[in-house]
């Protein structure tokens, strides 16, 4: 899987929008961008994935750049209950690829 | 639907114990992994089972061994707990493991070595 980036720490407006990035730019053609998140002392939480195109869903929209190797996930109104550490992970489809491989993510604080 | 249980919540042994944690995937997926969780090594991937079959190991000692059933629950064993083994246990179900399917996380087990 291909190694990704993301800034450790993150701070946001409550009701503001929450743009967090990641780099990810030895992703190769078949790889799916995932984004999960992690409250505290809880299981992670899937959010959103994507291959090519721009992804919207109840919860996120995932930005993803034309040549792939970077990508932003944006919470549109982030609220307090947003406060998490938010994982990018970049994971093939198929073969042997059983397993999600974490980083170390970036910590978002909302503040009210 | 119900989601990834894990049982038990919490649980505290003594070093050079032996300990199983269970996990009951959500209803139709055949995929479930496991992870452990430490603050200094983060989430680490240890196995991952289908239809009772591993197919990934991570990168863990032999002290970690785990199995599937037939109606897709999977337990995890750590024989001879060590001190360093304290750590948050979680366990994900996926449908088939593969493709572009999300995984779904339990609230996992908080196991304590002393």
């Known amino acids: 899987d291909a190694k990704t980036t993301q800034p450790p720490s993150m701070d946001c407006a409550e009701g503001r929008a929450a743009n967090l990035p990641c780099n990810h730019s030895?992703?190769?053609?078949?790889?799916?961008v995932y984004w999960y998140r992690q409250i505290h002392s809880q299981g992670p939480q899937y959010i959103i994935h994507?291959?090519?195109n721009n992804e919207t869903n109840e919860m996120a929209s995932l930005i993803i750049t034309e040549d792939r190797k970077s990508s932003t996930l944006i919470l549109p109104h982030a609220t307090l209950r947003d406060t998490a550490v938010y994982y990018c992970?970049?994971?093939?489809?198929?073969?042997?690829?059983?397993?999600?491989?974490f980083g170390k993510g970036t910590l978002l604080t909302v503040n009210p | 639907k119900a989601g990834v249980t894990q049982t038990p919540r919490y649980l505290i042994k003594t070093r050079g114990q032996q300990v199983t944690l269970s996990c009951s995937p959500i209803?139709?997926?055949?995929?479930v992994s496991w992870y452990q969780q430490t603050p200094g090594q983060g989430l680490q991937f240890l196995f991952e089972?289908?239809?009772?079959?591993?197919?990934n190991k991570g990168n863990f000692p032999g002290r970690f061994s785990g199995r599937q059933f037939s109606n897709s629950r999977s337990e995890m064993n750590v024989s001879t707990l060590e001190l360093g083994d304290s750590a948050l246990y979680l366990c994900?179900?996926?449908?088939?493991?593969?493709?572009?399917?999300?995984?779904?996380f339990g609230s996992g087990t908080r196991l304590t070595v002393v």
């Open positions: 994900a179900s996926s449908l088939t493991g593969i493709g572009d399917y999300g995984y779904t």
């Open positions: 089972y289908f239809s009772e079959t591993q197919r």
């Open positions: 209803s139709g997926h055949r995929s």
């Open positions: 030895t992703i190769s053609g078949n790889e799916y």
């Open positions: 994507g291959l090519k």
């Open positions: 992970i970049v994971r093939g489809s198929g073969g042997s690829n059983y397993k999600l491989t």
